[in-house]
Every structure is written in structure tokens, then in C-alpha cells.
């Protein structure tokens, strides 16, 4: 890969390693599998700083790969089929800030990355929620799917694919190259 593909996904995996490594701390009593899924489910560190986490643990890859994903996957089926209704009625709310974020969640997921998603759909939802980058996962590629009525039968398999991607990419970066080829 080139460097300035590489470059930015060690940045936003350096960045989840942080966040996450401090998760760990401060969930320092919990079981360590339990730390990872958690983690998993977590907006904007999803898989990926779950993997981070399961390394810094000392989480067997495999292990933590299983972990990892269905923690990220849990809240996806509830992302598509309620995020509409649930912003709509967050717009309406009384509440200042939780207008306030509806309106911002639905900026940030009909955006600029979001074009790309709309123009090549299945390919677009695949590559956003596989390469980990800032902002990108499972979680906001839901979100935007929802939000642009990509079709399910499209979505989901795209969204599916995307984490055995960004799941590839972040086993090489926390557990390295040897251990992905020991692992086969």
C-alpha cells in the first residue's frame, strides 16, 4: 500500500489505540473480554479499538476478533431499521442539546463522505466502514445508509463486509503481519 493510504489509518488506529487504552484503564476491574466487547460497541471506537484494547490486554487475536465484531455488529440492526424515527423525534424534543445533536448527526452523516456513499453505494458503504479512518465504521456507515434509504439487502451485506475489512486491516496494525499469517 502506498504511504499516503497507510498513513492516515495508522493515525486513526494510534487514535483509537489511545482512547482506548484509557477505556481499559478506567475499566480496569471488569473481565478483560467483557473490557473488549464493550469497547466494540462504543461509537467511534467500535472494532477497532476494541482490537486495540484486546491487544493491550493480551487478548489472543482470534478471541478477540470474535469478541470484537459482535460488539461492534449489536448495535447496527437498531441503527437501521430506528435511526430516522429516533432522530426525528430528537429534532422535536424540547431539549436544546438533543436537537442540537439530531441536527449534527444528520450533517455529519449527509456530508461530504456521504456523496460517495449515495454514487457507488454498495462499494462506498464497503470501503467507508472497512478502512478505519476518523469518523468511518460500522456505526456512521449505518447512520448514513439509513439516512440516504440505501436498500437493506444492499446495506447490511456492505456494512457486514466492510468489518471483515477494517477487522483485516486492524489485526495487521495491533497484532502484526506475523501473527495474521501464523493465525492461517
Partial sequence: ?????MLPVLLAAEESG???????????????????????MIPILELRGGLVAAAVLGIPMWKAIGICAIGNIIPIPFILLFI?????????????WMNRLALWLKD????????????????GLLLFVGIPLPGTGAWTGSLIASL???????????????????TIIM???????P?????F
Fill in 108 to 123: 455529519r452523516a449527509l456530508g461530504e463522505k456521504s456523496q460517495k456513499i449515495r454514487k457507488y453505494e454498495f462499494v
Fill in 171 to 177: 489485526c495487521i496494525i495491533t497484532y502484526g503481519i
Fill in 18 to 40: 489511545g482512547l482506548a487504552k484509557k477505556l481499559v484503564g478506567m475499566m480496569g476491574g471488569l473481565p478483560p473480554m467483557l473490557i473488549i466487547f464493550l469497547i466494540s
Fill in 1 to 5: 500500500m502506498h504511504l499516503e493510504i
Fill in 148 to 166: 440516504l434509504h440505501v436498500e437493506r439487502k444492499k446495506s447490511v451485506p456492505a456494512i457486514f463486509l466492510g468489518l471483515v475489512l477494517a
Fill in 84 to 96: 430516522e424515527k429516533i432522530l426525528i423525534w430528537m429534532e422535536h424534543c424540547k431539549i436544546g
Fill in 179 to 183: 501473527a495474521l499469517v501464523k493465525a
